[in-house]
């Protein structure tokens, strides 16, 4: 990320690495019950001719969870979210810099083709090294407690082992090409927009890189990331918590939304998507830039301790 003084030492790769999958977890922590309340918002109405509408708004999905299912429900999945974060976020977030200068054979200099082309290249990795972890946490986020107690998975590793049994290992890589595609997206978005506001409000001297700063840089990524990345991020949802069979491709999910729901259904959960984004990229990217901070000094002084 730019806003390095040039007395200062840079963070070293594997100290953006680490950083970065702890700050996402971390605001996972935070943001975990907006991110669930997103996904049951998103699958609302996937069943043809149903008709009820369970969920409405935000707060009123979330209060209904707790009162139907209580408070834990919130946090369906979260072992499977904190091990995606621990390796999406270290693959595309922590990877980033070092993508930009391999792009721009170690230049200073990154225009927004390289930038997108770094964070593309980051969220696709992502994406393919770690899947699974994303297929078993939206499936415990979709999965409702039925009426004699017993639910669609008991624990992250039984879901792991049911699924492969069930589905084949092929299953949980389910819905991969959307999640490559949305994260790419999201990734493009979410990094480049940070990057670039951060840049230029230190390039103007309108802020210092500070709190404000990164504050300001994460709220205008988030929102600009849910309007961009909403439509992917439906369908990747639906496809993945789908049974086996019910759609033939991610491409036949989107068409079966759209005949069946309309084109409204892909900005389904997008308050949700917002507050969640919104709120995410604010605790993890000023929580990324104080451990980056804090194990750089803490490198310096173990090398240099007087």
């Not at 090409?177 to 940070?194: D, G």
Request: with cysteine; glycine share 8%.
């Amino acid at each position: 990320m730019v806003g390095i003084k040039p007395k200062d030492v840079a963070p070293c790769a594997a100290v953006k690495f680490f950083g970065a999958g702890t700050a996402a977890c971390i605001a996972d922590l935070i943001t975990f019950p907006l991110d669930t309340a997103k996904v049951r918002l998103q699958i609302q109405g996937e069943c043809e001719g149903s008709g009820v509408v369970k969920y409405r708004g935000v707060f009123g999905t979330i209060t209904t969870m707790v009162r139907t299912e209580g408070a834990s429900s919130l946090y369906n999945g979260l072992v499977a979210g904190l091990q995606r974060q621990m390796s999406f976020a270290s693959i595309r977030i922590g990877l980033y810099d070092s993508m930009k200068q391999f792009y721009t054979r170690g230049t200073e200099s990154a225009g927004i083709v390289t930038r997108i082309m770094a964070g593309c290249t980051t969220g696709a990795l992502a994406v393919a090294l770690a899947q699974p972890t994303d297929v078993v946490k939206v499936r415990f986020q979709a999965q409702v407690r039925l009426a004699d107690g017993g639910r669609r998975y008991n624990s992250t590793l039984e879901a792991y082992r049911t699924i492969a049994r069930d589905e084949g290992v092929r299953g949980l890589w389910k819905g991969c090409i959307p999640n490559i595609t949305r994260n790419a997206i999201v990734n493009c978005t979410e990094l480049v927009t940070y990057d670039m506001i951060k840049e230029l409000i230190l390039k103007y001297d309108l802020m210092t890189d500070n709190f404000p700063c990164h504050f300001t840089a994460a709220f205008s990524a988030g929102f600009c990331t849910t309007v961009v990345a909403s439509p992917v991020d439906v369908v990747k949802t639906r496809f993945m918590n789908s049974a086996d069979g019910q759609y033939r491709s991610a491409s036949n999910c989107a068409l079966s939304m759209v005949r069946n729901e309309g084109a409204k259904a892909f900005y389904k959960g997008f308050m949700p998507s917002f507050l969640r984004l919104g709120s995410w990229n604010i605790v993890m990217f000023v929580t990324y830039e104080q451990i980056k901070i804090g194990m750089t000094r803490a490198q310096q002084y173990r090398e240099s301790p007087f």
